[in-house]
Nanobody, 123 residues
Framework: VQLQASGGGLVQAGGSLTLSCVAS????????MGWFCQAPGKEREFVGL????????LYTDSVKGRFTISRDNGKNTVYLQMNNLQPEDTARYYC?????????????????WGRGTQVTVSS
């Protein structure tokens, strides 16, 4: 399985970005998909996830109300819509394939990872 994230860039505080992550293969819809971020010198952190059907999402507290995760199983793609971005959101963002049904926020529970896309928010 290969995951390719895109859509990162430089944006001013208060701006928006939408990240996309395309997965290879034909089992995309069988797995929870997660987004994580990692800033320089920090550990990789959970941002949010979406269940297989897209019917449920879960977010870390710091992004609730600003970020939205969705997926299109027909396109093997998961999205991270990021609004009202702040400088503290600056990080490299990774998509990852999680378990089939078990809701997990630990990076250790995610088996396949993309190379990430950089998001930089200027103040």
């Amino acid at each position: 399985v290969q995951l390719q994230a895109s859509g990162g860039g430089l944006v001013q505080a208060g701006g928006s970005l939408t990240l996309s992550c395309v997965a290879s293969g034909n089992t995309f819809g069988n797995y929870i998909m997660g987004w994580f971020c990692q800033a320089p010198g920090k550990e990789r952190e959970f941002v949010g996830l979406v269940t297989r059907s897209g019917g449920r999402t879960l977010y870390t507290d710091s992004v609730k109300g600003r970020f939205t995760i969705s997926r299109d199983n027909g396109k093997n793609t998961v999205y991270l819509q990021m609004n009202n971005l702040q400088p503290e959101d600056t990080a490299r963002y990774y998509c990852a394939r999680g378990p089939n049904t078990s809701i997990q926020t630990s990076a250790r529970s995610y088996t396949y990872w993309g190379r990430g896309t950089q998001v930089t928010v200027s103040s």
